[in-house]
């Protein structure tokens, strides 16, 4: 079979006469630049199934680098599933605070309470499946690194390996496009040793195949390759659709009254969910003072405090969203009732888990509040 015959029958779902050598060389390939390459990581000196899924988990839009003192930190925080389900949201979004994808923490959370009802980390794909927040590639990932079970992940990067080398023009976020990739993955994996192929692939796309400028020159399936045959490695893996950015505009009053601050925890249904925050005030477009100051909300407010701008559209960005905000301290002159707002110690804040936004503007607050200091 030529190349242009291989990218072609790889390209359908089918795949009917797909060549064992093939496959052989590949995993062969794969695997040796693995036993060179492969990153030292400490979730891989374990089967312990709950650590590898706290470490996939961490891992879902977090860069290594990143990811992994957070790993330790969780750990030692949360050594077993018990210690993660018996702790309070608070407490585990607190540990979770800079990572992002809040949701992640929550579903950590209550995937571990089920776990801890059914009195052990289940040991099949499908009832991993089951645990909130776990799809396909986790499943997989958990049950082929902790059970050496056969099962191939199908992650970002093994989209990319797989759509260069075989030429797969079937966008990766179609349903058809998963089902093709879930079946090519599936059968280029090693079933005899699916737990250090699947981490091999893994590690291929993020050192090897990369996004950009990939090494090809010195990539050990570059023979075979389609993409880069064809000098067309940008142009894969293929997708249909463009996230839609929308922009929200914020401004934050960091309310204080003596050595108290107010907060407040956001709620179901947004961004943040479960979080807190200082004051805030939302606008479809970037406000000026007039509308700022003029807010309805901040009638009782403003008449009795002095205010101190901390800083002006500074721009954030999340998945779907980008955010510009606006902070300023505003010292109360007197006590106030704000509904959904609570004092706390100013002192007793890093015990509140928040957004990586509200994090950046506390340093600035910090460092204009000690500046002030005699």
Not at 143 to 154: D, G, L, N, R, T
Not at 199 to 207: N, P, S, T, V
Not at 227 to 247: C, F, G, L, N
């Amino acid at each position: 079979m030529d190349t242009k015959e291989k990218n072609s029958a790889f390209a359908t779902a089918a795949l009917p006469d797909s060549s064992p050598s093939l496959e052989q060389r590949w995993r062969k390939a794969v695997l040796t630049w693995y036993e060179y390459n492969k990153r030292e990581l400490p979730w891989r000196n374990t089967k312990d199934p709950y650590r590898i899924w706290i470490s996939e988990i961490i891992l879902q839009q977090t860069r290594v680098a990143q990811g992994h003192d957070y790993y330790l930190r969780f750990i030692r925080r949360f050594p077993d599933v018990c210690s993660l389900a018996e702790a309070s949201e608070d407490e585990v979004l607190q540990m979770w605070q800079g990572l992002g994808y809040y949701s992640r923490a929550r579903n950590l959370h209550t995937a571990a309470q089920q776990i801890a009802q059914m009195g052990k980390f289940p040991n099949t794909y499908s009832e991993v499946r089951k645990l909130k927040g776990i799809g396909d590639y986790t499943a997989a990932a958990i049950c082929s690194i902790a059970y050496e079970q056969p099962h191939a992940v199908v992650d970002g990067n093994v989209y990319r390996v797989l759509s260069r080398y075989f030429g797969i023009d079937v966008p990766i976020d179609t349903t058809k496009g998963k089902k093709v990739f879930a079946q090519i993955a599936s059968q280029m994996m090693d079933p005899n040793h699916p737990a250090t192929y699947n981490q091999a692939i893994m590690d291929f796309g993020a050192l090897q195949c990369t996004p950009a400028s990939p090494s090809c020159d010195i990539c050990p399936l570059a023979s075979g390759c389609h993409a880069r045959q064809h000098s067309s490695q940008t142009t894969y893996p293929i997708k249909t659709q463009k996230t839609k950015i929308t922009e929200r505009y914020l401004v934050y009053l960091y309310l204080k009254h003596g050595e108290n601050i107010y907060l407040h925890r956001r709620g179901k249904g947004d961004i943040w969910q479960g979080l807190y925050e200082p004051f805030i005030l939302e606008f479809d477009h970037a406000p000026d003072d007039t509308e700022t100051w003029q807010h309805p909300s901040l009638c009782s407010i403003i008449p009795h405090s002095t205010i101190q701008p901390v800083l002006k559209g500074l721009k954030h960005q999340l998945t779907h969203r980008r955010l510009y905000a606006d902070c300023y301290i505003v010292q109360l002159h007197e006590s106030v009732d704000i509904d959904g707002y609570f004092q706390i110690k100013e002192t007793d804040r890093p015990q509140y888990a928040v957004p990586r936004l509200v994090s950046l503007m506390y340093e600035k607050i910090d460092g204009i509040i000690l500046s002030c200091q005699p």
